[in-house]
């Protein structure tokens, strides 16, 4: 079982950064996947990126890449999203997710994922 926290959301102005959190318990955190999605009012949760267990590959988005980064630190069971060039159209609940993947490379599909966050609103105003 992993419970995933995530914090670091909030209100920016269009142009601004923010960098999410997501903590992780249990001891095998290595051995997941983890990847960001986000839902926005009245659409479908969608893929944003994706990190592999040594976090040696990312996959993203088309719409987040160049402005998006997704990292991990394994000592401190911890994977991060930095955003920067935030547009209004960023804005959503942003959810982490950890995937017990045989292969351990970044997946942008959600069924990949065994456990999910509670999520963490991110509003980026015009």
């Known amino acids: 079982q992993v419970q995933l926290v995530e914090s670091g959301g909030g209100l920016v102005q269009a142009g601004g950064s923010l960098r999410l959190s997501c903590a992780a318990s249990?001891?095998?955190?290595?051995?997941?996947?983890m990847g960001w999605f986000r839902q926005a009012p009245g659409k479908e949760r969608e893929f944003v990126a994706a990190?592999?267990?040594?976090?040696?590959?990312?996959s993203y988005a088309d719409s987040v890449k160049g402005r998006f980064t997704t990292s991990r630190d394994n000592a401190k069971n911890t994977v991060y999203l930095q955003m920067n060039s935030l547009k209004p159209e960023d804005t959503a609940v942003y959810y982490c997710?950890?995937?017990?993947?045989?292969?351990?490379?970044?997946?942008?599909?959600?069924?990949?994922?065994?456990?999910w966050g509670q999520g963490t609103q991110v509003t980026v105003s015009s």
């Open positions: 997710a950890a995937g017990a993947s045989i292969r351990g490379t970044p997946s942008s599909r959600g069924a990949t994922y065994d456990y």
């Open positions: 249990g001891r095998t955190f290595s051995s997941y996947i």
């Open positions: 990190i592999s267990w040594s976090g040696s590959m990312t």
